[in-house]
């Protein structure tokens, strides 16, 4: 397959950058206070039908998943919103509690990222939450106390309004060291038939965290476990976390005209996942850590999915002005007047809420045409 050249690199950052503008982003959804570790996001928006959309996240409370939910709520409620525009409003119709998603044999702890996904099967809503269940007895001496372990569910209905959690179950979990907790899902169509699932994992040992990818095949309904690791940690600003939020599929316009098919990818990345001290003489930025990660980008053949390239190798591309920098859980949704984007974005007050910003059709059009 041919390489993309510098001109098109640099269109392809561009749109991105314009679409990820942390200046032009309006609130959509708020966290439940304005304060630091209140946050509301790692959802998406899909439109459910003609001029019907949908947004999902979950409310995330203060609290801190290496002590347990002795130290705070966390993660507190997976919820959906309903609009007639893909930048809003928004009004929340559903919402799903801990308790709603908990088993008799696995309580959730919190709940962490999920999506809303429409497809053959109907409106699936796919949810990670971590669960109070023991460690796999090799590891078991570093489970901390009010800890569990994270997997992904999911619910099948027709329509949001029959969404029932008592349907929900299990599509991907791990009993390896390695990959022992699974999170923050993320669904789309196969380009040639299929469903994606990637997802973010971690080890038992809390010391980083990668892109892992699972493969539902046409008339199936089991996801197969295919990688766990499509986009692999980088070397510099995402050397501790690449974990993939986002596919957008690429308009044949302008310089991608006559190219194959192509699709951009936003990830999130982290120097480290605990804050550390900066040296007062060196350069202050922000550099990443669990909970407040930055932003990345990266591309791939469409053909050759899930071979994927950086564009963002020696920095982040998507830093929020204000806070820690914080800008994550990039989503996106093509329509017919332009691309709708919504992620997480830390504030002044270092609270996270979910914002958007939309980029109409002319705009991205005139970008990619060199």
Request: charged share 20%; aromatic share 8%.
């Amino acid at each position: 397959m041919s390489k993309l050249n510098s001109k098109i690199k640099n269109a392809l950052v561009k749109l991105a950058e314009t679409l990820i503008d942390q200046t032009k982003a309006k609130v959509l959804v708020p966290p439940q206070q304005n304060a630091d570790g209140f946050w509301f996001g790692s959802g998406n928006i899909i439109e459910a039908e003609p001029n019907s959309y949908l947004l999902c996240g979950r409310y995330r409370n203060h609290g801190d998943s290496r002590t347990g939910t002795g130290s705070g709520e966390r993660g507190l409620e997976f919820s959906i919103f309903e609009g007639v525009s893909p930048v809003g409003p928004f009004n929340k119709i559903r919402s799903f509690s801990k308790e709603d998603l908990s088993k008799p044999e696995a309580a959730v702890v919190s709940i962490e990222g999920g999506k809303l996904f429409q497809g053959s099967r109907g409106l699936e809503m796919i949810v990670s939450t971590e669960k109070a269940v023991d460690y796999p007895k090799r590891f078991a001496d570093f489970q901390k106390l009010g800890t569990g372990v994270w997997s992904i569910d999911r619910i099948v209905a027709e329509t949001v309004n029959k969404l029932d959690s008592s349907t929900l179950k299990e599509i991907q979990s791990s009993q390896e060291g390695e990959t022992l907790h699974i999170k923050d899902p993320v669904v789309f169509n196969l380009p040639n038939h299929g469903t994606a699932l990637a997802f973010c994992n971690h080890p038992f040992s809390w010391s980083s965290s990668n892109t892992g990818l699972a493969i539902r095949a046409e008339g199936s309904d089991v996801f197969e476990l295919h990688s766990q690791a499509i986009l692999e940690r980088g070397a510099t600003w995402d050397v501790a976390c690449a974990r993939v939020t986002d596919r957008l599929p690429m308009p044949k316009v302008g310089c991608l005209a006559n190219l194959p098919s192509l699709s951009l990818y936003f990830y999130d990345g982290a120097e480290c996942l605990r804050s550390l001290d900066e040296n007062v003489k060196a350069v202050s930025r922000p550099r990443g850590f669990s909970c407040e990660e930055l932003g990345g980008l990266a591309w791939g053949w469409d053909s050759e999915f899930p071979k994927i390239q950086r564009l963002s190798v020696d920095f982040p591309l998507f830093v929020s002005p204000d806070g820690t920098g914080c800008s994550r859980y990039v989503s996106t949704l093509v329509t017919q007047g332009g691309i709708m984007a919504s992620w997480q974005q830390s504030q002044p007050d270092l609270s996270q809420p979910l914002v958007g910003n939309f980029l109409n059709k002319k705009l991205y059009e005139e970008i990619l045409t060199l």
